[in-house]
């Protein structure tokens, strides 16, 4: 099975941007659809991208289209989310999660630690 290892959280100031890197390690992630979660406290986990396993497709949220860019580098074993315009409601802990396409967490059985983001205004 895939491990998963998330990085590239921070705090920062609203406008800004951060990349954040998912590595994976164990297999391939060619054989998986990836996807990002996040989840604020108090909140449940909720779906902020996907992309499929050739990178073909994407997906997005509403309240991060135009500002997050899922991508994927099947050589390097990688999934990234590059956002841009970042909001104080973007504060959040940011999952990687791997399995078969859904916008539900609970299809998701491989998961990383999380990697904390947090926006400041």
């Known amino acids: 099975q895939v491990q998963l290892v998330e990085s590239g959280g921070g705090s920062v100031q609203a406008g800004v941007s951060l990349r954040l890197s998912c590595a994976a390690s164990?297999?391939?992630?060619?054989?998986?659809?990836m996807a990002w979660f996040r989840q604020a406290p108090g909140k449940e986990r909720e779906f902020v991208s996907f992309?499929?396993?050739?990178?073909?497709?994407?997906s997005s949220t509403d309240s991060v289209k135009g500002r997050f860019t899922i991508s994927r580098d099947n050589a390097k074993n990688t999934v990234a989310l590059q956002m841009n315009s970042l909001k104080p409601e973007d504060t959040a802990i940011y999952y990687c999660?791997?399995?078969?396409?859904?916008?539900?967490?609970?299809?998701?059985?491989?998961w990383g630690q999380g990697t904390q983001v947090t926006v400041s205004s």
């Open positions: 999660a791997a399995d078969r396409i859904s916008y539900i967490s609970g299809h998701y059985r491989y």
């Open positions: 164990g297999r391939t992630i060619s054989d998986y659809d």
């Open positions: 992309i499929t396993r050739s990178g073909g497709t994407t």
